[in-house]
């Protein structure tokens, strides 16, 4: 389980650090995604774990390809 947690940390952390790159806010990003904004702040501090279908939607949103936004789940540890 811990994995799970860092893998939503991680991913979390990528979100907003896209995200804020832009200068936008999580309520820009979550009307951008077609997501509400309360579960953009849960993704964001890990307390939820998106679905593959929300992953690709903020990925497009960010307009960054899925494959970079997954990426930056990986643990570097691993590598």
């Not at 200068?23 to 593959?52: F, K, V």
């Not at 949103?61 to 590598?79: K, N």
Request: hydrophobic content about 45%.
């Amino acid at each position: 389980m811990s994995n799970d947690k860092n893998m939503g940390e991680r991913f979390g952390a990528a979100v907003r650090r896209l995200r804020e790159a832009k200068g936008w806010s999580q309520e820009h990003l979550a009307a951008e995604a077609a997501l509400n904004r309360s579960y953009m702040g849960e993704i964001e501090r890990a307390t939820a774990m998106p679905s593959l279908a929300t992953a690709a939607k903020l990925a497009q949103a960010l307009q960054v390809p899925l494959s970079h936004l997954i990426a930056h789940c990986e643990d570097p540890a691993a590598a």
